[in-house]
């Protein structure tokens, strides 16, 4: 699993990872947004609850062991 971060906040860096998204034809994109401590989740696809919830875990776990 690759986990793309954005270190610093550079709306042309945001538009490159959603643009390798689509180029790479995944079939659903989650992105979280940040915005005065708030926290906005999107998804394109139709993923139920429990399917975002296990991409969450797997991506947790990815960050957790530094991958």
């Known amino acids: 699993m690759k986990v793309a971060e ?3 906040f550079d709306p042309y860096k945001v538009t490159d ?3 390798e998204a689509k180029d790479r034809g995944f079939e659903s994109v989650i992105v979280f947004g940040f915005k005065n401590k708030l926290v ?3 998804t394109s696809g139709t993923a139920s ?4 919830i ?3 875990e797997a991506a947790k776990q990815h960050l957790w ?3």
Do not use: R, Y
């Open 40 to 42: 906005t989740t999107m």
């Open 6 to 8: 954005v270190v610093e």
């Open 54 to 56: 296990g991409a969450l």
């Open 49 to 52: 609850n429990l399917e975002i």
């Open 65 to 67: 062991a530094g991958q």
């Open 17 to 19: 990872i959603l643009e």
